[in-house]
């Protein structure tokens, strides 16, 4: 059973605010990833980490922000939410074998 | 560099219908091949995967054979249920391990009607 749980599960805000949409898994995997999901289901990658300390960007560009100071935990953050952040985002980790465990994600909407 | 293309949806079928979902792909080398599922309101979840050409994956009734003569991972099963409503995304992974070595197809929505 996969262990990995995003919070909070929806999420409403005027423009300008700053959000952290948070990730922890309980598998002790190192990988751990963030993906935009845009209405057409297409997923894109906006940030990885290989393990504490180590945070790489995606293949799309995003104005949020990770940090990765425990293995556990993957919070993305965001310091000034836009209507154009408005969208599904998905956190998952690795086994290292390619399979993924997704969490159930966080929708976001911003006024 | 690598690409996956599945058939665009929404598709469609009535209850019970067989399924077929067209997943081919682009690839350098010997990639690792995946169908995962997404259900309404969730995160993806794997649904079953095949490693070397001619292997098949099966899960839940769904089957998908990796052929690398036609570069494809079509996902099928002989009689699909409401509860089989859901997105579904071709992958492939090139190995290694990780998301960065993971490219997903674009997704295919499918809805059953009773």
């Known amino acids: 059973e996969a262990d990995i749980y995003q919070t909070p599960r929806y999420l409403v805000i005027g423009t300008g605010k700053k959000i952290t949409l948070e990730c922890s898994q309980t598998m002790g995997h190192d990988k751990m990833y963030w993906y935009q999901q845009d209405p057409g289901m297409e997923l894109h990658l906006i940030h990885y980490s290989y393990g504490v300390n180590s945070t790489e960007k995606g293949d799309l560009s995003s104005e949020s922000t990770v940090s990765r100071i425990r293995t556990e935990h993957f919070p993305l953050t965001l310091e000034s939410a836009r209507p154009s952040h408005t969208s599904q985002y998905l956190c998952?980790?690795?086994?290292?074998?390619?399979?993924?465990?997704f969490g159930s994600g966080t929708q976001l909407s911003v006024l | 560099g690598d690409s996956v293309t599945q058939m665009e949806g929404p598709v469609t079928l009535s209850e019970e219908a067989f399924l077929t979902i067209n997943c081919t792909y682009t690839?350098?080398?010997?990639?690792?091949l995946f169908w995962y599922v997404q259900y309404p309101g969730e995160g993806l979840q794997l649904l079953l995967k095949?490693?070397?050409?001619?292997d098949k994956g099966s899960n839940k009734g769904f089957e998908a054979t990796y052929r690398k003569e036609t570069t494809s991972f079509h996902l099928e099963k002989g009689s699909v249920q409401v509860s089989d409503s859901a997105v579904y995304f071709c992958?492939?992974?090139?190995?290694?391990?990780?998301?960065?070595?993971?490219?997903f197809g674009k997704g295919t929505h499918l809805i059953i009607q009773p």
């Open positions: 095949a490693t070397k050409a001619d």
């Open positions: 998952a980790s690795s086994d290292g074998y390619s399979q993924l465990f």
């Open positions: 690839a350098t080398g010997y990639p690792s």
């Open positions: 992958a492939l992974s090139e190995g290694g391990g990780g998301a960065d070595g993971l490219t």
